[in-house]
């Protein structure tokens, strides 16, 4: 399923700064970076509850926010985008 991950880590902090890293490297080992707080995951749903696992973990619910969006297996035509496209469907054949 496609699945888009967004966050809002507050950084008043070290602290902060340092939730901010871990859930970005988090994301980053199952999705595509697309914006600064925001990444495209293709997972299946136990992966997806990992996910959630580790990131709930990491954060403080008080101070922090993440979003789940699960746009479903055809969650990728629903995407419109314009401008600059700086990333790679990771659907696609990748050579490295």
Same mark, same amino acid.
Do not use: M
């Given at each position: 399923m496609f699945v888009l991950i967004t966050y809002d880590v507050s950084t008043q902090s070290e602290g902060g700064k340092k939730r901010? =890293? &871990? $859930?970005?490297?988090?994301?980053? @080992?199952? +999705?595509? =970076? $697309?914006? @600064?707080?925001v990444f495209e995951c293709i997972v299946d749903s136990v992966t997806l509850c990992k996910v959630k696992e580790q990131i709930s973990k990491v954060i403080d619910a008080k101070e922090d926010s993440i979003r789940y969006y699960n746009? +479903?297996? &055809? +969650?990728?035509?629903?995407v419109e985008h314009i401008g600059i496209e700086s990333s790679f469907d990771v659907e696609d054949v990748l050579i490295i």
């Open positions: 901010l =890293r &871990k $859930v970005a490297k988090i994301c980053e @080992n199952y +999705g595509q =970076r $697309v914006q @600064n707080s746009l +479903g297996n &055809k +969650g990728r035509t629903k």
